[in-house]
């Protein structure tokens, strides 16, 4: 967690914040009821990349150890190069569509 907004305290950061900070904290974020997810907060985006609005959020510490370091050259960023080249080739193929912001490849993370 962080101190989303603390800083510049403006009116509407504090209720956003608050709510960002219990769903972490919420106890079916701390201990969730099965094994469906290791990582939980208030909302969850994909458009960008996986992200959590307001960068608040818990996950299971076996979780994290697993994470690839995204460090430039490295093993996270030759298989995120892979995967969006596999998925621009299936979706050239036409196997795969998408509909979510399909016109602006600059989504998928390449330079």
Known sequence: LHSKGSFH?????RPW???LTASSLHPNCINPPDDAC?????????????????????AKCSYVRKL????????YEIRR????????????EGVLQNTLA???????GLD
Not at 9 to 13: F, I, M, V
Not at 81 to 92: M, N, P, Q, T, W
Request: proline letters at 5%; aromatic letters at 16%.
């Open 102 to 108: 399909f016109h602006q490849d600059v989504f998928y």
């Open 68 to 75: 690839l370091p995204p460090v430039e050259g490295g093993e």
């Open 38 to 58: 290791d990582v939980c907060g208030a909302q969850h985006y994909t458009v960008w990349g996986s992200m959590f609005p307001g960068n608040m959020w818990t």
């Open 9 to 13: 305290a403006h009116e509407k950061q």
């Open 81 to 92: 190069e892979a995967s969006i080249g596999e998925f621009f080739l299936l979706r050239a």
């Open 17 to 19: 914040r608050r709510e």
